[in-house]
C-alpha cells in the first residue's frame, strides 16, 4: 500500500523542498514545483519543475558516485505516496555541514557583484578586466552562508568555513565540490552546454562520512549556458531560473522588499521549458519517460 502525505510527520519546508520523517533513519524529500528569487518564493509555481530536479539529480549521482557517497535510498518506493511519485526521494538522515559549497568556473551572479566591488570572490584574487560571464583562469571554490526562507546567503572567505567546521573538513568540502564541478563541466561541455557554476550540499551520515545531499547540478542549483551562444560581457542565455530572475530584475514596479508579483503564464511555461531542455540535453533522454 502507498503511503499518503498526512501518513508522514511534517519537519519543515525550505524554498523548494518538503521535508517528511519515515523513521528514524530515513526521510522523505519532495521537490516542489515553487521556485525563488532573491530571496523569495514566487507565488507562481512552475509546473514539473519538481519532478525535473528529482529526475536530473537521479541522473547526475549516478555519474559522480565514484566522487562522493549520496543520500538516496530510492525514488521508487511504497513509502513515497503517489500524489508526489516522481519529484520525491526517500533519503538517509544526514548530519548537514551548514556551508553552501560553490564551484565556479565562470563569472555570474553574486560572484560578478563580489568582483566588480573588490576584485575578489571569497577573498580569491582574480585578475582585472573580467566581465559579465568571463571564464575564470581555473575553477574556485566560493562557500556561502546556509540561510533561513527569506534570508540572503553570504558569500564567506575559506578562513570562515575553517573556522566553522574545522580545517579538514573545509579542504574536503573544498575537494570534492571542486569534484563534483569539474565531472559536471565535463559532461555538460560534451553536450554543447557550459556548466557556469553550481552549488553542494554535504552531510555526514551514520558512519561519519561526508555524503551528498539534496539535489545536485540541476537548474536549481547550476547555471546551464548554451555553449555556441556565450558571449562574455552581457547575461548569458540559459537552461535554468536566471529567465525568472531577468523578468524579475526588470519589473520596475518590484521593489524586492515587498512579496513578489505573479509569474505571467508565458514567463511560467518558457521556465518550465528551460528546465525540461535542460534534462533532456544533458541526459539525452525524454522527460516524458520518467517514472512512466
Known amino acids: 500500500m502507498t503511503a499518503a502525505l498526512s501518513d508522514l510527520t511534517p519537519l519543515g519546508s525550505g524554498k523548494v523542498r518538503d521535508l517528511y520523517e519515515i523513521d528514524d533513519k530515513h526521510l522523505l524529500i519532495v521537490a516542489s514545483d515553487r521556485i525563488s528569487a532573491f530571496d523569495w518564493v514566487l507565488p507562481t509555481p512552475i509546473p514539473d519543475k519538481g519532478r525535473v530536479l528529482t529526475a536530473l539529480s537521479m541522473w547526475w549521482f549516478d555519474r559522480i558516485a565514484d566522487i562522493a557517497p549520496n543520500h538516496v535510498v530510492a525514488v521508487d ?3 513515497i505516496p503517489a500524489a508526489v511519485r516522481g519529484s520525491a526521494m526517500v533519503v538517509r538522515r544526514l548530519a548537514m555541514v551548514q556551508v553552501e559549497c560553490v564551484g565556479r568556473g565562470y563569472l555570474a551572479g553574486t560572484g560578478m557583484k563580489d568582483y566588480q566591488a573588490t576584485g575578489r570572490i571569497c577573498g580569491i584574487e582574480l585578475p582585472p578586466g573580467l566581465t559579465d ?3 575564470l583562469p581555473e575553477p574556485i571554490f566560493t562557500p ?3 540561510s533561513a526562507v527569506g534570508t540572503h546567503d ?4 575559506f578562513g570562515v568555513v575553517e573556522a566553522q567546521v574545522g580545517s579538514a573538513t573545509a579542504a574536503e568540502l573544498r575537494r570534492l565540490t571542486l569534484a563534483v564541478y569539474g565531472r559536471g563541466v565535463e559532461i555538460a561541455a560534451r553536450r554543447g ?6 552549488k553542494c550540499e554535504f552531510g555526514y551520515d551514520d558512519a561519519g562520512t561526508l555524503t551528498i545531499g539534496d539535489e545536485v547540478l540541476t537548474p536549481d542549483s547550476s547555471r546551464f549556458w548554451p555553449a555556441d551562444q556565450w558571449q562574455p560581457g552581457r547575461a548569458q542565455p540559459s537552461y535554468d531560473k536566471q529567465f525568472v530572475r531577468d523578468w524579475l530584475a526588470n519589473k520596475s514596479d518590484w521593489d524586492r522588499s ?3 508579483p505573479e509569474l505571467p503564464d508565458e514567463v511560467a511555461a518558457a521556465t518550465r521549458q528551460r528546465y525540461i531542455d535542460a534534462y533532456e540535453l544533458i541526459t539525452g533522454l525524454k522527460f516524458a519517460d520518467w517514472m512512466s
Open 77 to 79: 518506493d511504497s513509502r
Open 193 to 198: 552546454i557550459i556548466l557556469a557554476d553550481t
Open 154 to 157: 553570504e558569500n564567506v572567505g
Open 144 to 146: 556561502a552562508t546556509k
Open 258 to 260: 515587498s512579496p513578489p
Open 133 to 135: 560571464g568571463s571564464k
